[in-house]
Structure formats: C-alpha cells, structure tokens
C-alpha cells in the first residue's frame, strides 16, 4: 500500500495533468475568455440544444436511385449497340419494372449483342462480381441490376450527394456546418447558429437537374392533353402552368444536353426587361455540344428543363457558339439566387427530402448553457460540502479528485472531438455524484475495517482492495448501460451516453488510484497511529 | 473537528421484518403503473408518435397563456394541439400532427409551423420561439424502436453479466429490482403525463445503471458475508449486510439526489422531467436494492452452501497434503 514508487506516481500525474490541460481552452471559451490561438486549442463541441441552430435529417429515394441506374444503362447501350460494328439494331428500349428491356431487329444476332454487352455487367471493383444480370430469350434482351450493383451505385449517388449538399452550404456562406452521410440514403446536416432553416432547406430541396432538350413541334395538342407520348419522346409539364398553360410540352428524350457540364452560373439582370435570369458557363465540351445542337436546330424551338419541369421554351434564334447561355424562367431575384448557387454546385445525384428536423432559438441554448453551468456548480459545490464534513481528509482527498475528474472529462471530450449536449450536461452532474460513490464505498470500508480493529495501515489496505471489487462490479454494469446508449441510441441519448462513458472511466481513475496515491504518500509521511475517518 | 455522520455507526434496523408489507406496497405501485400505462398512457412526444413541436417561452409574462393560446391554434385548422408548459410556467410546447401529405410534400410542415408562429407572436408580442421540431411518421417509428433497442439490450447485456460474477439467485434479484424500478419510473410518466420522449428514453436508463450498482453493492456484501459467516441464518445474515452498507447506501443516494435536485430546480428547463424522473427513479432504486433485492434472495434460498467451492481434483489433493503435514 505504501509502496508507490516514483515511477507509478509520475504516471498517475502525466496523464491527470494532460488530461486537464486540455479541459483549459474550453474553459476559456465557456467563460468567453480568448485563447492565444498558437497554443493548441483543443475546444469541446457544443450541441444545437446549447449553440442554438438547425439540424435537418435528409433522406434519398432509393427507388429514384434504381430508376436513374436504369436509365444510365439505357444510354450505355444505345451507345454501344449504334457503335457496334457490323451494326446491331434494336428496338424501343423500355426501363421498367426494374429492368432494362429490348428487342433486337435481327434476333440472330444475339450472340453479336451478347458480347457487346458483357463489358457493361462487369463491376468497377476488382471482385470480379457482376452488377448486371443478362437475359437473353430469343430477340428480347433484359438485363437487371444486381443487389450489389445498385448498392454500389446508391453508394456512389449518396456520395456525390453529400459532396454537393457541402458545395451548396459552402457557398451560402453558412459557418461550420457538420454534413454527416448516415446508413444508406441519409444525409444529417447540422447548421449552428441558423435558427431558420427555410432557406437552407429551400436550397438543398431543389434537385437543380437542368437539361435542353428539343421540342418535338408534331405532337398534336390532344396527344398531349390526353398524356400519349410518342415513342422517342416525353412530356413534360410546364413549372408555372398558370402562365404557360396546363397542356405539357412533347420533347425528344435522347440528344439534348444537360447541366453537367457547367463551369459557372451567377443571377443577374436581364437588361431589356428587367427580369430575373441565371447566367450559365459551359466548359469546353459541354459548349462544343451545345453549339453542335443549336447550329443544327436553328429556327426550332428547345426547353430548358429543371427538375423535370420546363422553366422556358425558347426559340433558337441562332447559333449559340460562345459557351455561354442565359435562362430566365419567371425568377424572383432570390430563387434565380439559388438556383445559380445549386446550377454551380452541381445537381444532386437523387432527390433529397427533409425527414426530420430541429431547431433551437438561440436564446434558448444560451439559457440552457447558464443554468446547466449553475445547476452543476450548486451540486458539486454541495456534494464537496458533505463530503468534506463526512470524511475529513479523505473526504478532501475525494473533492481533489471530482475536481480533477470533472476538468478530465472535459479535456477528453475535447481531445476526442466529442460534442456536449444538453443531455450531456445532465450527464456530467450525475457523473459527479455517482463518482463520489467509488469514494464513499472506500471510506466506508476503511472506517468499517477500523471499527473491527485493524491497524491502520492495513484498514486503508484493506478498504481500498475490499471496496475496488465492488466499484469494479458497479461501474462496469454502468458502462454496460452507457455503451448501449451510446450504440443504438441517438440524439439525446447518444450525447447523454459519451459524457457517462467517458465520466465512468475518469471518475474510477480519479476516485480510485489517485486518491490511493495520496492516501499513500500521507500515510507514508505522517504514520498516523489513528484514523480520522 | 466531529465528522458528519447521516447514519449512526452500528445500525441495527431489523429489514426483513418489514418484508412483505413493502413487499405489498412494491405490488400495489407496480399494478397501479401498469394500470395507469394502460388507461392514462404515456404522453408521447414527436420523437415517438411524429407531428411538430414548437417551443415557445413568454418573456414578459409569469403564466404562460395556455388556454388562449388553445383556441387561437384550433382556429388554423390544423387539428388539437397539445399544448403543456415544461421547465417554467411560461414556457411552453405545443405539439401538432404534421399535416396530411407532409410525406410527399414538405412544404405543409414548413407552412404550418410559419403560420403557428406567427399567430403565436401576434396575439402575444412577448411570445420567444425557442424552436421548432418536426419529426416524419417513418422517423418517429426507427426512434421508438431503437429506444426500445437500447432498454431491451440493456437488460440483457446486464443480466448476462450479472450471471457471470454472481450466481444465479442474485441474477433474478437484480432483474427483479431493474423491472420493479422500471415500472414504477415509467408509472411516474403515465401519471404526471410529462412528455415522454428520447431524454425520458435516457433517464430510465440511467436508472437501470444506478439500480444495478445499488444492488450490486448489497449483494457483494450479502455474497461475501455468506463466506464470512456460514452458520448464520440467512434472514439475520441479510439484515446484517443490509445494516453494513446502509451508511454507504445513504450516502450516495443523497449525493446523486443533492446533483439532480441542483438540476432539477436551476438547471436548463428543457430537461426538467428528465431530472425529476431521475430523482424518483434513484428513490425507487434505493428503496428496491433494500426491499426488493434482498427479500428476493431470501425466497429463492440462498445459502452458505450456495457459495461452496466446487473443488478441483487438483486442489483436493493439495488441501489432503496440507492436512497431513
């Protein structure tokens, strides 16, 4: 017991002092105090409940993400089959009921569309696992995704999406936000200090999918009306029908070009009449492009298409060969604003719809921060009182060590980038009481051992083997209770549970061995022949 | 200087003599929970059943203007609301279901919770709208169920390890004691018909936590006495461990209430039923590692013999050696 060597006790301070010491720029930041920023900074997160702020739970389609795989196989081969060579020619290609589906013209020559297609089932991985499943049944191919090509791809979309979900915010000049992707289609998007998210969620509910594609000017009115496309073509529906009318326009489905192949897009002015209009920079190949179908189409009139809504139907006047293009299409100056950020930002792969969202005032998490900080003073400064008067010098021991326990849980949050919560708070004045507890067993047993008329020496010996059975015991069911929380809880469980997890650790180190610590050294020094305890 | 001593030393409070009267009111508060889950039910938040929650605190006044502002929400037409004050009484919630379509359409959940404030602000100029929360049927479901997820494993995990390290008697004990606390917690809701929400979710298991280390605690005594003192009958030898950490006991469950009892009355008042469910959950706890934790060892015949070592060939030898020499 006495035997504490050098060693063990420089350890036991180390890691108490680094552990503290980064509890100190958070301690700065709380009490608004600056940190010379060329020290290390270590600041422990602050949850919305308490910074106030916007968090908005974003989720994909996931059969929109099957639908557009489908259609990317569907161009893939058309390509391939106008490529190949001695020419195979198909039918209409069909995208539904999960599958794409064709004819071929000569069904002889299946074996030809066969090889052709091969390369287009194989994955990008090197598993050698194929992400399409080829069935060929006389002259009618179908090929069907498999389970782990569409995993992929709604991987690859949902990627995409969360890089172009951080474009857009960044570009909204919005201030840390944390963009988090989460299980297969969802994205968490934490925005401090904004406590109206109405734009945000304006600006990450657009899809902002542009096309141009050409108006197929035979489609008869009625057809429209009545909803029958011809076959290479779609209708589309107009965005403002109260000023465009209600019957949608017929476009051809293949050769128009879309928003991919943007470098730039601001809002502007248009100066003849005033209206809001967005300004769009092709780069080189989209303006090759673009110039290609305009010099061909003179004269015709081509839709410029937004989230499968025509925003207008212009006429091309003449060859657009710059690169450059302009749309107007009843903006506001704010939607055209926004439509310029989402256009430069890159469209989103799928839709993105808000599942869930929570907003805190800011007045609301400053209140919360103050009265947690109180409530936590008033009961510590409490429990060291009781515990001061119960158990004289040992009782001073323990307050040491609460004090210290309290600075390293802070520490390691920070260090561990482990964000306090509202939640947490509560966490943290339940951390301290149960953390007495560890002292309060050992004292007990100490006096207990006394009473029984042990010496000294072997009554602290003994207390302290005696009793770290039983803290053992109860904070490892503590932790088991915490570290659930933590996995399958979310929100305010998940930041209740990292301040118990981290505060069951530091409080056994603190309560336990360097309180013995102390206790040893005393002991050592002083030899007392009786307990005050 | 005298120490401070809550507990005189050398108790010796005759616990079992009292066994089946709070055995009895143990079952009656536990029927009346059940009972009340069953016909009052649980006041569940928009974590739990979906819908929107608006925060509002009323800066100038003392009361909120709760049955004002009833009337002048039914008249959107947007259904009832829920309308409670929580923390302060001038502050409240006011939950609504989120309007039909919202699925599809998100723009009906931002419509109704513009249209909510600003008819809140109009009427009451003071009104301070700390925030709003809209939770989607589908994530409402995943919330509950992993909730669920997280008190279900909970129980397990614990149980197991329970198993483990003690045996199998102080197993059902603990589970016992856990249900019993978790009822009578849960009960505590149904009847204040405080929102019951993921923080509701947090205290109760944080309570499981804190009533297994109460009991642990007991019965590591119980266990280590049933060593110590082997002719002892068990009902003195219970009473006896009881009495020896009851200073322990004490002393730990006034320290969490005087931390909680901080939180409850100065802390942030979003969390108030988490704290006053806390507080009543760790009385519960206290009171069950006495009256429910060990009683139950009693009945299910615990004894000296439950902890004979069952001897190795090895070391019966080695103890026949020792016995020779």
Known sequence: ?533 | MRLLKLIPDNTNVQFLKWQWPTTFLSVVLMIGSIVLLFTQGLNQGVDFVGGQMIRVTFTQSQDAPVAALRSEIEHLGYGEPIIQTYGAPNSVSIRLRLPAGSDTNAGLADAMSKRVSASVKTAHPDARIDGVDSVSGKVSKELGWTAFKALGFAAIAISIYIWIRFEWQFGVGTLISLVHDVILTVGLFALTQMEFDLTAVAAILTVIGYSLNDTIVVYDRIRENLKKYRRMPTEQLLDLSINETLHRTVMTSVTILMALCALLFLGPKVIFAFSAAMILGIVVATYSSIYAAAPMLLWLKVTSNSFVPTETELERQERLARERK
């Open chain 1, 1 to 533: 017991m006495l035997d504490f060597p050098r060693w063990k006790q420089v350890w036991l301070w180390f890691v108490t002092l680094a552990c503290a010491a980064a509890a100190v720029p958070s301690i700065f930041a709380i009490a608004g105090l600056t940190w010379p920023s060329v020290l290390p900074h270590p600041i422990v997160n602050l949850g919305l409940d308490l910074a106030g702020g916007s968090h908005l739970l974003l989720e994909a389609d996931s059969n929109q993400i099957r639908q557009l795989r489908l259609e990317q196989m569907e161009e893939s081969v058309r390509a391939r089959m106008a490529k190949s060579e001695p020419r195979i020619g198909i039918g209409d290609v069909s995208t539904k009921d999960g599958k794409v589906a064709f004819m071929l013209n000569d069904p002889s020559k299946a074996d030809a569309a066969r090889e052709e297609l091969q390369t287009l089932t194989n994955g990008a991985g090197t598993t050698g696992q194929r992400d399409w499943d080829l069935a060929i049944n006389g002259g009618l191919i179908e090929l069907t995704p498999t389970e782990a090509g569409l995993k992929q791809s709604a991987d690859q979309a949902m990627g995409a999406a969360v890089e172009v979900v951080r474009k857009r915010i960044d570009k909204m000049g919005t201030r840390e936000p944390t963009i988090i992707r989460q299980g297969s289609s969802r994205i968490l998007v934490q925005v401090p200090g904004l406590s109206d998210p109405k734009a945000l969620k304006e600006q990450l509910g657009q899809t902002a999918k542009l096309e141009f594609k050409l108006v197929d000017t035979t489609a008869s009115p009625n057809d429209r009306t009545q909803g029958v496309a011809q076959p290479g073509t779609q209708l589309v529906p107009f965005a403002s029908p109260e000023k465009d009318g209600l019957v949608p326009l017929a476009v051809f489905r293949l050769g128009g070009i879309n928003g991919d192949q943007l470098t730039q897009a601001t809002a502007s002015n248009d100066p003849k009449t005033n209206e809001s209009i967005v300004e769009i920079s092709f780069n080189q190949q989209g303006g090759t492009k673009f110039a290609k179908l305009t010099s061909e189409n003179v004269g015709k009139p081509f839709a410029i298409i937004l989230d499968g809504k025509v925003i207008s139907a212009p006429s091309i006047n003449e060859p657009i060969l710059g690169g450059q293009a302009r749309i107007s299409g009843n903006f506001s100056a704010a939607s055209a604003q926004a439509l310029a950020i989402n256009l430069a930002s890159g469209a989103l792969p799928v839709d993105l719809k808000v599942i869930e969202e929570r907003t805190v005032g800011p007045d609301l998490g400053a209140d919360s921060i103050r009265s947690g900080i109180i409530a936590m003073l008033v009961g510590t400064g409490a429990i060291m009182l009781l515990i001061a008067v119960s158990y004289g010098r040992f009782g001073i021991y323990a307050n040491l060590a609460l004090v210290i326990n309290v600075l390293m849980i802070l520490g390691l949050m920070a260090v561990l980038g482990a964000t306090l919560t509202l939640p947490g708070i509560a966490g943290f004045v339940l951390t301290i009481g149960a953390a007495v507890d560890a002292n309060v067993l050992i004292n007990e047993r100490i006096r207990e051992e006394r009473h029984r008329g042990r010496r000294v020496m072997q009554a602290v010996e003994t207390g302290y083997t005696e009793a770290s059975r039983t803290i053992f015991d109860a904070n490892i069911t503590h932790f088991i209770a915490a570290a659930l929380m933590f996995i399958f809880g979310s929100g305010p469980i998940k930041g209740f549970a990292v301040v118990l997890i981290i505060g069951i650790a530091t409080s056994v180190f603190t309560a336990v061995y360097l309180t013995r610590m102390w206790v040893a050294l005393w002991l050592r020094r002083a030899r007392p022949t009786e307990l005050h305890i």
